[in-house]
């Protein structure tokens, strides 16, 4: 089949749907992908044969052994017959109806992730059962399944007219990318650190300590990257010429294009310059996340860890950091890139950008709710008094904020050197626990804010417009 | 010995208590070897008999004896001509090691002691200076040349010919230093320096870089702006009923013409500029929504520019309008009023909706 063929039977079939879901050409190329989870798999059959492992049929299907290379093989014969039907049938869109995303699953989907106070609780709970089944994630066999998973989950999920345009929009390509790239590093973290936690429960030094044979520079490690180098380059030109660059209209200052999205790897500042003023969000944040990453040496006094994979031994270090990356970090990209729509509303993965989705975002400032829940107006000079009439009444009207900003920063890590971080405080001193603590809380400002703005709307703590200054 | 075990620092310090003349001595030290066996016994039954002085003085005694080579020995005769006995500047480290090595052998001292009859007082620094440099390596001599002076079979230890000991390079003649040389011939004045190469590159490249800062300055106030005039006329106000939003000069010169009565009640026609006042995108004015909303942060504005949505802290800003004298209305965007400054008052920034 080729393309003039897929394109006269697109005409036939003679849609009037603007937006078709499945297309033969989406179908054709469906069913490359299946092919290649084919080839996957079948790799992964071989080496299941190889090593061997059996499991036990259930009583009433005969009790017996056998390999588990048996169900793999079975998975992957399924996988080849399912891309042969998209190949050979992509012109028949309804003979393929059983392999597209079912719309009630889209809609629950869409219902998980189409709010962001959602999205947020499903990030940070995935995030959590992440660690407390890491043992159990850290299986090759299970990495595959959910590698396989996630695979299948995206061919189906490209069956979809609006998931197409976000996903396979030339920007957000390497997104795509990246995900599978950080979901393999986080799990061969767990991987290795599994296994000296193990190795260290049995009185076992790190693997890394035993293999730590030594290679030369050259030519071991020069020979390696230039194959690297090679490799890289060679990926990014064939990426230049199959995908073209998403080149715009030319700038114009009064044209905003909608969404206007950041370059991908900004989105979580983007995403962070929703909740806060652009030069907390936009300057003090990323300045702090910057000097707290180059403070971590000076902060941590846990030696264990140096040198080799581990969790049990830096708990606290490595939740903390992993809290910041995936789900504030890289869970800000994916939501700024792949659910934030026109208007910066935020849109399922399945749902129509709809420039006109109404969500109601009213705000109210902290000054607002304490003054007005007191039965006052907001303390206001009168009108045309200068600078100096002014400013005490903006101080009064908005000193609950410096409390408040004040007790959360200067009270609050007090409470918890004589709380929670007792232990800590007593190994890092006064100095070293106030930065700490202060980093800490900072890092924890910014869900704060967010569970703070949907729950109760709140905008700013601290709201100052005349001195350009609001937290 | 005063304290029990008294340390090589407290050693030196009390030497150079003893003698505070030592540094300034002129004469070679390399001059002390030939007289040395003069001078053991005079300093050895001295006040401080654990003194490293007292201990090198043996050694040299005993070097002397245990057959050193001859050559420093018919030197002698040339050296003798040192203004003072060698025994009281036998004090600083240089003299130690100086000694050490006269004691060794001719390799070291055969340079050294020739030098004083060329010229006496750089050869008294060339030889003190390269020995200084090696006093750490003395240490460990020290202590051989302690223990021979217990044994007299081990004695050889300080001899040339033992393999333990190599023989020391000859003593590198220490270049003249620019802090000795007095003012005067061949120390260049402000005006050379001024001449030289580097500072005309420096200069030159300074020079150029004011230029380009000069330039750079001069660019920041061109001469013909290539952008629209701040004030321009938008026609009657007749053209904007009552509860619009005119988009017509939104393109062209980034303002909303607004007439609507959501302000506190007042009937007025004004101009808003298109700029969030969160981060400056331009937000779209949503007819059914009745709306501005922008596409960045998704901050939203009423029709009559107050923000209630989305992170923008404060109204959008208006500009300066006015019935022009030809019953037209005139925007001035060169003026600017924000309403949490309470400038929306002033009469420059909306005329009375009445006039539509």
Redesign the interface.
Known sequence: MNALSLMTSCLTLGSTDPHPNVTPSVLYGLGWLYLILFAMNSVWTWRSFHRGRHFRLPKFMGGMEMPNAVVWAMYSMALLLVSVTHLTCASVPEALRWFVMPDGAKAAIDFAVADARRYFAVTTFGFIGMLLLRNWLAKPSVGWVLLNLSLLFLCVSLTDWDFRQIVGKPDNVPIVAMLFIVGFFTWLFFYRANENDRRAALGKGPIEAENNEKVLTWPDLVYTEMICMIAVTALLILWGIALQAPLEEPA?????????KAPWYFLGL?EM??????WLA?VVFPSVILGGMMAIPYIDFNKLGNGYYTFNERKFAITTFMFGFLPLWVGMIILGTFLRG????VFGIYEFWD??K??????VNLSEYFWYGLGQPLPMAP??SDFWTQAPYILLREFVGFVAIGVYLGVLPMVMAMTVFKKFFLRMGFLRFMVFSNLVLMMAALPLKMVLRWAVNL??FV?I??W?F?V | MSEPKPSTADILAKIRAAKPSVGSDAPAPATETPTAEAAAPKVAPAAKPGSTGDILAAIRAQGAKSGAPAAPATEAPKTTAAPKPAAPKLGSTADILAAIRAAKGGAAAGPASDAPTAKAAPAAKSASVPASSGAKLSVEEMLKAVRGEKSAETTAIVSPTTPVKPALPPIPVKPPSAKDKKAGTDRRSFVAICFTPLFFAFALMAATSLNWLLALARFMFPNVLVEPPTKFKIGPASDYPLGGVSTKW?????VWIVHTDQYKGQNLIYALA?VC???G????W?E??QKY??????S?FYINGVN????A??PLERVGIKLASDGQLEVDKSVKFQE???QW?DSNSFVDGTLA
């Open positions: 114009s200052a009064v044209k905003t294009p909608n969404p206007s983007q310059l929703v909740y806060y003023d652009p936009g026109p208007n910066w509303n420039v006109h109404l969500e109601a975002l009213n705000n009108a045309g905008k700013y709201a417009p005349e350009f609001n | 939104l393109a062209a010169r980034g298109s006042t969160h981060l995108c331009t937000p779209n949503l059914g929504e909303k922008c596409p960045c942060h998704g939203g209630f949505e989305g992170p802290p404060r949490e400054m309470g008052a």
